[in-house]
């Protein structure tokens, strides 16, 4: 297994590269990448049909209590209650209304309840660290839930994620499906950690980074991050906008 | 504006992406019901047992339907929409109806999302019905490939179902696509 020293040596040759806004599909410091990623280039190709329209979500799917991740049990979670909210925009600046955001996240030492997480760090039996709710009519997503924990992973000696919430975003095109991660400001782990780093553009990868805001920290209750979710522009003409049935 | 980064879907996905009959878009025992199945492997030709497939599709009249209901079935609703996770085999399927033709003379396909631990970002493909060879034939993407990439994107008929390999990497590679304005975003 490669030190952490070896795998700082290799991000840093890595940076050298110009790379684009988008991650390395093709990033040898994560090793689990290897194998998983297409040599061929992508094919360039004009959406049509079903890829010019994005599944439809609404409150059938999503129970408006969803959207707080720290009353799904009996008792209430432990670690350090936060409100994360921002706006999904398209590429053109256009609110993302209605659509479906998905979050998922180890608790706050740093643990998933997932079977396949072995860290040796507690479960909270109050907290399962899912979330979904709907963009309201600005794109605006809100979440309350807990600060997550850094955790450990075997890519190589020593490895550490900084912390981190997953988030499943559609737009309003099929091609503006995006999944990702939100990090939290000043994570002493960035530097260190090949996933984060795979996005050789510093700026690119800042916008991973939520913002600390002290308007949305609210009184003896959380402190608040601000993190804006924009996806690609959209590809349909104001000839499609219609009903497409 | 600048596109936010992906990010890998990770390991632990089934915790937040996991829903109940989510890839049932049909119930299975649905009288048209299709069966859309085949194995994720990566570029040793290992199976990937952590992926995500999502299918987007229209319904076999070629409506793109735009209705809710994908995450809490019931069971009378084609949403066109569903999500599956490989098995420790690589093994995903889904229960569904065959798309339609959504304009003449064009033949039906999914479109289809990959996602998985590993995998730095999403990729994007289609699973084209294998029937219509003249449909095929015409269509503007698959006649931009060669022959032997065209087929990776070809779906195949055995028994009840449809069978769609997703080959990450190596020989037989599946064509994954890029659209206009993601490529935007990159430049």
Redesign the interface.
């Given at each position: 297994m490669n030190t952490q020293a070896e795998i700082d040596q290799e991000i840093e040759a890595a940076a050298q590269q110009p790379g684009g806004p988008q991650p390395r599909i093709d990033y040898a410091p994560y090793r689990s990448s290897v194998l998983r990623h297409p040599k061929q280039p992508l094919h360039l190709v004009d959406p049509e049909s079903v890829e010019l329209w994005a599944p439809a979500f609404g409150h059938r799917d999503v129970a408006d209590d969803e959207a707080d991740l720290t009353i799904q049990h009996a008792g209430t979670p432990l670690g350090e209650r936060i409100v994360v909210t921002g706006r999904v925009l398209d590429g053109d600046g256009r609110p993302v209304a209605g659509q479906l955001v998905e979050v998922w996240q180890a608790n706050a030492a740093g643990r998933y309840r997932h079977q396949r997480d072995q860290h040796p760090a507690p479960h909270d039996p109050n907290f399962t660290g899912v979330g979904r709710c709907l963009t309201g009519p600005d794109g605006t997503y809100r979440f309350q839930t807990i600060k997550p924990g850094p955790y450990p992973w075997r890519n190589h000696l020593n490895a550490w994620r900084p912390a981190h919430i997953h988030f499943s975003v559609f737009g309003t095109e099929f091609t503006q499906r995006l999944v990702t991660q939100m990090y939290f400001p000043g994570d002493p782990l960035f530097r260190y950690d090949p996933i984060y780093q795979s996005i050789t553009d510093p700026k690119a990868r800042e916008l991973l980074v939520a913002q600390y805001d002290h308007d949305l920290t609210t009184p003896e209750w959380n402190t608040g991050y601000r993190w804006d979710v924009v996806l690609t522009g959209t590809h349909r003409t104001p000839l499609d906008t219609g009903d497409p049935s | 504006?600048?596109?936010?980064?992906?990010?890998?879907?990770?390991?632990?996905?089934?915790?937040?992406?996991a829903c109940p009959q989510m890839n049932e878009l049909v119930p299975p025992a649905h009288p048209r019901a299709v069966r859309l199945h085949g194995r994720v492997t990566?570029?040793?030709g290992?199976p990937?047992p952590d992926a995500v497939i999502?299918i987007?599709?229209?319904d076999p009249r070629g409506?793109?339907?735009?209705?809710?209901?994908?995450?809490?079935r019931?069971g009378w609703t084609f949403?066109?929409?569903g999500r599956a996770a490989t098995d420790p085999d690589g093994l995903y399927s889904f229960a569904t109806l065959e798309?339609g033709s959504?304009?003449e003379g064009?033949p039906g396909?999914f479109?289809v999302?990959v996602?998985?631990?590993?995998?730095?970002?999403?990729?994007?493909t289609r699973a084209y019905l294998p029937d219509d060879a003249e449909a095929l034939a015409a269509d503007?993407?698959l006649a931009?490939?060669e022959p032997d990439?065209r087929a990776t994107l070809i779906t195949r008929r055995a028994g009840h179902g449809l069978v769609f390999d997703i080959r990450?990497?190596g020989a037989d590679?599946?064509?994954?696509?890029?659209?206009?304005?993601?490529?935007?975003?990159?430049?």
């Open positions: - | 504006m600048s596109a936010v980064p992906g990010q890998t879907v990770g390991p632990f996905f089934h915790l937040g992406l990566d570029g040793a290992a990937v999502e987007w599709q229209a409506h793109i339907v735009r209705r809710p209901g994908s995450l809490r019931d949403t066109g929409w798309p959504t304009v064009r396909f479109a999302t996602l998985a631990r590993g995998l730095l970002d999403r990729l994007f503007p993407l931009a490939l990439r990450l990497q590679e599946t064509v994954f696509l890029a659209y206009p304005r993601l490529r935007d975003a990159w430049t």
